[in-house]
């Protein structure tokens, strides 16, 4: 427990103790898949969400890593982009979801079994910006959600983010059953 906390203490910013900042959004459609999901923001790139979105899609980016053109970028515009982690940096994939129109990305991690690490989306050092918000999403999480929307033939999820739990009795949280939180 002690080695835990030293280990949390020494990879925290000198701004103060911060394990974690977890944001929540709630997929609303398909109802299959109608949890409360957790996300990170990016650590030192990308905006915050100045505005809560009651119903958004998040559109699965069309190729999946969205390194560079994407073939479904008009569906992207205005909307949030599903993305999926590996073959270029997180900045470049949140510039690429920028340049298509999109309000924000969720870039889920490739490896669909976890379900438990969060990992730390840092700076490129190409000294490049984005201004949308990026978020990172467990790899299972981000695979249930795709593999809903193929079994269901739908191009988006209609999401709603981000979602205030502290309000939400903890016997009310919709979770999804394959994560522990």
Known sequence: RSLWLCLCLCSCPARGLR????????????GDIRYIFTAT???????VFNTRYDQIHLVPADPPEACGELNNGVFIQDQIALVERGGCSFLSKTRVIQEHGGRAVIIA???YDNDSFYIEMIQDSTRRTADIPA???LGRDGYMIRRSLEQHGLPWAVISIPVNVTSIPTYEMMQPPWTFW
Request: no cysteine.
């Open 109 to 111: 991690d490739n490896a």
């Open 19 to 30: 394990i974690h900042e977890y944001l929540y959004f709630q997929v609303l459609s398909p």
């Open 41 to 47: 923001p990016a650590k030192d790139f990308g905006g």
């Open 135 to 137: 978020l990172f999403l």
